[in-house]
């Protein structure tokens, strides 16, 4: 059973436009969130996190909204650049990450010019 | 942040044979773990790298699989015992240093 879900795959977006990567999780004890980009030869990179205490957290032009009563949380990035093209990844963890982390699946992201 | 160095970055491997993957970090830290990520799939925790005392395994991976070592709080490696091609993977290191986990840059493994 996946206790983290990205259930798009990929996901196209105009250059200049916003994108939305979209996750969920199920298990009501996971209490921090991250996100992570992965290019293809490269370990993960981490992007932005949000604890479960908050709602929203922004980084420059990456953003992370947290909906704990739907266990939803989506990254937005604003505007999308090319060098936004990658896989990107929600991680979520109990105790803040001191156990490890759960991912999802991943969502690979295509900026279009 | 933390600068992870993992050894090797890419091999191939023979049906049956060991290899030895090495994970250096540029701090001291006290949470390593060990990741696994098959091909089209998600990362996967392995197992978390405790110094100075045994590993603590996921479900479905067994230490006489996958044996680590943590001799400081700066290196850890994980070892890929009798592999098959099920293990063709890419693993990777990662640390939590502060309130943000880092990874390596991965050993990609094939197993033929």
């Known amino acids: 059973d996946q206790q983290v879900k990205q259930n798009s795959p990929s996901l196209s977006v105009q250059e200049g436009r916003i994108s939305i990567l979209n996750c969920d999780y199920t298990n009501s004890m996971f209490d921090y969130f991250l996100w992570y980009k992965k290019y293809p030869a490269e370990g993960p990179t981490f992007l932005i996190s949000i604890s479960s205490i908050k709602d929203k957290n922004e980084d420059g032009r990456f953003t992370v909204f947290l909906n704990k009563s739907a266990k939803h949380l989506s990254l937005h990035i604003v505007p999308s650049q090319p060098g936004d093209s990658a896989v990107y990844f929600c991680?979520?963890?109990?105790?803040?990450?001191?156990?490890?982390?759960?991912f999802g699946k991943g969502t690979h992201l295509i900026i279009q010019p | 942040s933390a600068v992870i160095s993992q050894k090797p970055s890419r091999d191939i491997c023979q049906r049956g044979t060991s290899l030895t993957i090495q994970c250096q970090v540029d701090s001291q830290v006290t949470m390593m773990f060990w990741y696994r990520q098959q091909p089209g799939q998600s990362l996967t925790l392995i197992a978390t790298?405790?110094?100075?005392?045994?590993?603590?395994?996921e479900s479905g991976f067994v230490i006489d699989k996958f044996p680590i070592s943590r001799p400081n709080l700066t290196f850890s490696t994980l070892t890929v015992s009798n592999m098959s091609p099920e293990d063709s993977s890419i693993y990777l290191c990662?640390?939590?240093?502060?309130?943000?986990?880092?990874f390596g840059e991965g050993s990609w493994l094939t197993v033929v």
């Open positions: 990662s640390v939590v240093l502060g309130n943000t986990i880092y």
């Open positions: 991680a979520a963890s109990v105790g803040g990450g001191a156990d490890g982390l759960t």
């Open positions: 790298a405790n110094q100075g005392s045994e590993a603590t395994y």
